[in-house]
Nanobody, 127 residues
């Protein structure tokens, strides 16, 4: 069973930084993809970034390109989302998600591509 546990959320001022972590367990190889999503009340969950663990390809939403960086530490089975230059509009609950199907970037932002989800961590950016 795949399990994902997020951590690292919190309150930060605009312009600041946070690093989210997603501890991953249950996969027996590197053939999987981790996505980061975020959601605010009343809105759909949106894709922020994705990382193919096997070939290390990364994908980003336009709204976070140049500010967020996704990476992994395979020895720790952890995926990170480094968030810099945070803006109030980045405020949301952030979720990591996993899929064992590598789609080589197509539909990385689609929630239906992922079948395991973490519990979420709140990120609040004050102006």
């Amino acid at each position: 069973e795949v399990q994902l546990v997020e951590s690292g959320g919190g309150l930060v001022q605009a312009g600041g930084s946070l690093r989210l972590s997603c501890a991953v367990s249950g996969f027996t190889s590197d053939d999987y993809v981790i996505g980061w999503f975020r959601q605010v009340p009343g809105k759909e969950r949106e894709g922020v970034s994705s990382l193919d663990i096997y070939d290390k390809r990364t994908y980003y939403a336009d709204s976070v390109k140049g500010r967020f960086t996704i990476s992994s530490d395979n020895a720790k089975n952890t995926v990170y989302l480094q968030m810099n230059s945070l803006k109030p509009e980045d405020t949301a609950v952030y979720y990591c998600a996993a899929t064992g199907v590598r789609s080589y970037g197509s539909n990385w932002y689609d929630v239906y591509e992922y079948d395991s989800w973490g519990q979420g961590t709140q990120v609040t950016v004050s102006s």
